[in-house]
């Protein structure tokens, strides 16, 4: 076989064309492409908004907004690198849900340790939790790196063909 080649701007192309496909492969290029270009763009238009002199709350909004537009386009692709790694899309689940818990209740980080409780059995509780949260949390943030950064199975798999090598 031989192998396709796909330079940047078709990655990220083909990112947006395939925004609802929750079927079928993605390249590892078309998911980093995708994930620098738009980190470059929320950057751009943050320091945009900075020297436009817009803080706060607008700065914030106009990073949602962004955050919603690429939501599903990453959630697809995200999917798709899964299949292209032999696993099930499902796997990319946990991490969007978490996305739009943070993006919906941006303060849900505040616990009641900043609040003044004073009950030790419930600080303790809090505590524990949040450490058991953040290992669950890094394990799966190590998991997800190593699967998208991992080559994806040679050939065809059950997910269909492979990206790398057809058209």
Same mark, same amino acid.
């Given at each position: 076989m031989q192998?396709?080649?796909?330079?940047?701007?078709?990655?990220?192309?083909?990112?947006?064309?395939?925004?609802?496909?929750?079927?079928?492969?993605?390249?590892?290029?078309?998911?980093?492409?995708?994930?620098?270009?738009?980190?470059?763009?929320?950057?751009?238009?943050?320091?945009?908004?900075?020297a436009l002199h817009v803080k706060g709350t607008a700065n914030y909004a106009v /990073?949602?907004?962004?955050?919603? %537009? !690429?939501?599903?386009?990453?959630?697809?692709?995200?999917?798709r690198r899964f299949h292209d790694n032999g696993l099930s899309g499902k796997w990319a689940v946990p991490m969007f849900a978490l996305t739009l818990i943070v993006m919906l209740f941006p303060n849900f980080g505040e616990s009641e340790l900043n609040k003044g409780v004073t009950n030790d059995y419930i600080n303790n509780t809090i505590v524990?939790?949040?450490?058991?949260?953040?290992? /669950?949390?890094?394990?799966?943030? %190590? !998991?997800?790196?190593?699967?998208?950064m991992k080559e994806g199975e040679q050939g065809t798999n059950q997910y269909g063909d492979d990206p790398k090598h057809s058209r």
């Open positions: 192998k396709i080649p796909m330079n940047p701007l078709e990655a990220y192309i083909s990112y947006w064309k395939n925004t609802f496909n929750m079927s079928g492969r993605a390249r590892r290029k078309e998911y980093w492409w995708s994930v620098l270009f738009n980190s470059l763009i929320t950057v751009l238009i943050s320091c945009l908004l900075e /990073t949602m907004i962004l955050a919603v %537009i !690429f939501l599903v386009p990453d959630f697809s692709v995200t999917v524990v939790s949040s450490i058991l949260l953040f290992i /669950t949390l890094l394990g799966y943030f %190590i !998991f997800m790196i190593f699967t998208m």
